[in-house]
């Protein structure tokens, strides 16, 4: 997991990042497994600066990796088995919460309580870990898609066409919320810990 071969540079979206190669090696693994002769292998290199997109920070220092634009995607189990039983209702098969690739899902909330959330606070061993939710994650057509097989279909997109349009995105379709780390970015959150929250209302 240390190695760094050579510096290189990769493009995410518009920006042009600073990463490092991780060798012949890797990159013949994911080729072979991919089948797509070429496939390099990097990681980013921790000297680089990616920030978030200040309109939803604000003056918050928040950068990111190679995520889309923010380091973490926080969803709720609440808000997938509502989606589930609306999914069901059409006479369409539940969806799993991977279609959404969250870093972090949240329980014992009610549906679409994230939307409205401001921050949330962690306790760990090594101190506490504080998030922002600052934008609403508008979807893609890659939930449609199933990972397990790699399979298309149209679910669950269509059904959260009827009834996720955001006006905060300019109706965009959302499910889940973008979020920065504003304290605790070298501590460990791990499954079942306690979580606190804040709305944005409180």
Same mark, same amino acid.
């Given at each position: 997991?240390?190695?760094?071969?050579?510096?290189?540079?990769?493009?995410?979206?518009?920006?042009?990042?600073?990463? @490092? !190669?991780?060798?012949? #090696?890797?990159?013949?693994? /994911?080729?072979?497994?991919? *089948?797509?002769?070429?496939? +390099? &292998? %990097?990681?980013?290199?921790?000297?680089?600066?990616?920030?978030?997109?200040?309109?939803?920070?604000?003056?918050?220092?928040?950068?990111?990796?190679?995520?889309?634009?923010?380091?973490?995607?926080?969803?709720?189990?609440?808000?997938?088995?509502?989606?589930?039983?609306?999914?069901?209702?059409?006479?369409?098969?539940?969806?799993?919460?991977?279609?959404?690739?969250?870093?972090?899902?949240?329980?014992?909330?009610?549906? @679409? !309580?994230?939307?409205? #959330?401001?921050?949330?606070? /962690?306790?760990?061993?090594? *101190?506490?870990?504080?998030? +922002? &939710? %600052?934008?609403?994650?508008?979807?893609?057509?890659?939930?449609?898609?199933?990972?397990?097989?790699?399979?298309?279909?149209?679910?669950?997109?269509?059904?959260?066409?009827?009834?996720?349009?955001?006006?905060?995105?300019?109706?965009?379709?959302?499910?889940?919320?973008?979020?920065?780390?504003?304290?605790?970015?070298?501590?460990?959150?791990?499954?079942?810990?306690?979580?606190?929250?804040?709305?944005?209302?409180?």
């Amino acid at each position: 997991l240390d190695t760094a071969e050579a510096p290189t540079r990769v493009q995410v979206w518009r920006d042009i990042v600073k990463a @490092f !190669d991780m060798g012949d #090696l890797a990159a013949q693994w /994911f080729s072979d497994c991919l *089948g797509l002769p070429g496939t +390099r &292998l %990097v990681r980013f290199d921790p000297d680089q600066q990616r920030p978030s997109d200040p309109r939803w920070v604000g003056e918050l220092a928040a950068g990111t990796a190679f995520a889309d634009g923010y380091p973490l995607l926080v969803c709720n189990t609440a808000s997938l088995a509502d989606l589930n039983a609306r999914i069901e209702a059409v006479g369409g098969s539940a969806v799993a919460m991977q279609r959404f690739r969250p870093n972090l899902v949240l329980d014992g909330l009610h549906p @679409f !309580d994230e939307d409205a #959330l401001s921050t949330l606070r /962690f306790e760990t061993d090594e *101190g506490p870990v504080v998030l +922002r &939710l %600052v934008k609403p994650c508008v979807r893609c057509s890659v939930p449609d898609v199933d990972p397990d097989d790699a399979s298309v279909g149209t679910e669950p997109g269509a059904t959260m066409a009827r009834f996720r349009s955001d006006p905060r995105m300019d109706g965009g379709i959302t499910f889940g919320m973008n979020a920065v780390v504003v304290e605790g970015v070298d501590r460990v959150l791990r499954v079942g810990q306690a979580v606190s929250g804040r709305f944005a209302f409180d």
